[in-house]
Nanobody
């Protein structure tokens, strides 16, 4: 699976952005998907994850209620809608895929993922 993230940019605090991640291949629905981010000088951190069909979602406490992960298996895409952005959301955002077959799982640990996109930069100005 190859992943291509897009949608990053510069936004003012309180604004919104929508990130998208396009996956190659015909087996997208056999992967759980996740979003992670890495701010300058900091470790990569988990942001959001979803199971194979989007029916289960999970968020870090820092983004819960502001971000929404969703996926469209007909288009091989996973998205991250980010609202009420804060300067501390500034980071490079990465999408990731974990093969689950028919398993109904999601994952919050980066090392568990099999494939990663190249990242897209989100900058939130105060």
């Amino acid at each position: 699976v190859q992943l291509q993230a897009s949608g990053g940019g510069l936004v003012q605090a309180g604004g919104s952005l929508r990130l998208s991640c396009a996956a190659s291949g015909r087996t997208f629905s056999t992967y759980a998907m996740g979003w992670f981010r890495q701010a300058p000088g900091k470790d990569r951190e988990f942001v959001a994850a979803t199971n194979w069909n989007g029916g289960i979602t999970y968020y870090s406490e820092s983004v819960k209620g502001r971000f929404t992960i969703s996926r469209d298996n007909t288009k091989n895409t996973v998205s991250l809608q980010m609202n009420s952005l804060k300067p501390e959301d500034t980071a490079v955002y990465y999408c990731a895929a974990k093969f689950v077959g028919s398993g109904n799982y999601y994952y919050t640990i980066g090392d568990e993922y099999d494939y990663w996109g190249q990242g897209t930069l989100v900058t939130v100005s105060s």
